[in-house]
């Protein structure tokens, strides 16, 4: 679905919620890593989100 939403959104800025189950919530365990174009290639998305800009987030 977020898929979806981030194809529709190719002409527009808009934010994706990528909610999922967190290890520590904290930045401490990298389970929540997410590929990020910009931002060394991935962020966390216990710490950096969980809003995310959608034309930057690889899904
Ligand atoms: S949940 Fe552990 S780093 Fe994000």
Redesign the pocket.
Known sequence: MLKAVQNQLTHLEGYLSLEER????????????CEYRSKKGYV????DGPVLKASEVLL
Do not use: P
Not at 22 to 33: D, K, P, T, Y
């Open positions: 967190m290890g520590c919530g904290i930045g401490a365990c990298f389970a929540c890593v966390k998305i216990c710490q």
